[in-house]
């Protein structure tokens, strides 16, 4: 590549080539000029990568000469060097930062609980993919959670990415660690007694609260964080922060009445839900497993779908799961006697 000092007399002099040259300075290392048939261009090289950047045409009076130029570039260079050197801790503080009041509390949560799961120190650029693959591996046997920790973790590297912290990390087009489909799971009444028998209100502490988080999701059809971070309640329930951004109103029955307690004070999920299993002894079921079954037995009831949609106010409308839990039940329950099509 030529070199040479750059001055305002050797970049007016520069001829016109069309095989565009970069000529660097021996002054600055990382800034030159780029000399085309049309135009001067004025670049810095910056980064592991060695990424090029355009400063701006020669000459562009008053808004750009050599000397602002150059001034440009050492910015440039010196925020270069200090990106490489971003302490991982001060970048995730930055990330959680930015995020906040741009998601939802729930996801909010889970984003601080997932990128501390994997407790760096250091730069971010001494993360490796065989760091990242250790931490992953304690999620083995939670597949959901691993995909999840997985697509945080990433999420934060493209940020990096994207504010220059980073040239380029580990995760860098890679594919989430497990392939997880739909869930289709419905719990039929005999699980759902067993279900409901377990979660007597006895009991003291998170089981008690649990317990009752349970009963009034199968009574409702509600998403259990939105559940858990109830305020207030009168003759319905409220809620400001969902799935959906729209505040939804849900009106309370007496029955669900009884086991309501605001606010649920309660954050042990996995441990209760554990004992749960042994206690009911169902079995391959999660929490969200009670809103579709709500769903499905609206449907057995004949309740119209826009009024279990206004119950469960899903994230899509009718195009949700929803059709298809009615969709699937109708046409099971239906035999055809005849075919208009012969």
């Known amino acids: 590549m030529p070199r040479l000092a750059l001055t305002d007399i050797t970049v007016q002099r520069l001829h016109p080539d069309a095989t565009q040259p970069i000529f660097w300075d021996t002054n600055l290392p990382g800034f030159g000029l780029r000399v085309s048939k049309l135009h001067k261009t004025f670049v810095v090289m910056r980064g592991t990568d060695r990424r090029l950047s355009k400063l701006g ?3 562009s009076y008053p808004s750009l000469t050599l000397k602002i130029a150059r001034t440009l570039a050492k910015h440039e260079l010196i925020e270069s060097i200090d990106s490489s050197n971003k302490q991982a801790q001060t970048a995730l503080l930055e990330y959680l930062g930015d995020v906040k009041g741009r998601v939802s509390v729930g996801t909010y949560g889970q984003y601080e609980f997932y990128l501390n799961s994997f407790e760096f120190t250091g730069k971010l650029s001494d993360i490796t993919k065989a760091a990242i693959k250790k931490k992953l591996s304690e999620f083995n046997d939670r597949p959901v959670a691993q995909n999840m920790a997985f697509a945080t973790l990433r999420a934060f590297l493209n940020w990096c990415v994207r504010h220059e912290y980073l040239d380029k990390h580990p995760l860098l087009r890679l594919n989430v660690p497990n392939a997880i489909t739909s869930r289709e799971r419905v719990l039929d009444d005999t699980e759902l007694k067993a279900v409901w028998d377990a979660t007597v209100d006895t009991g003291s502490g998170g089981t008690r609260i649990f317990n009752r988080i349970v009963r009034v999701l199968m009574l409702t059809g509600q998403r ?119």
């Open 57 to 59: 045409r020669y000459p």
């Open 224 to 342: 259990r964080m939105e559940i858990a971070r109830l305020k207030e309640i009168s003759d319905v329930m409220t809620f400001t922060s969902t799935k959906n951004k729209l505040i939804h109103i849900v009106p309370i029955t007496p029955l669900a009445m009884d086991h309501l307690q605001v606010p649920f004070v309660f954050n042990d999920w996995s441990g209760c839900k554990s004992r749960l299993d042994k206690r009911c002894g169902v079995k391959n079921w999660v929490l969200h497993d009670l809103r579709r079954t709500f769903s499905t037995n609206c449907a057995k009831l004949g309740i119209p779908i826009h009024v279990t949609e206004k119950i469960l106010n899903p994230r899509s409308g009718s195009v949700s799961g929803i059709v298809r839990v009615y969709n699937r039940y109708s046409y099971a329950t239906h035999t055809t006697r005849s075919s208009p099509l012969g």
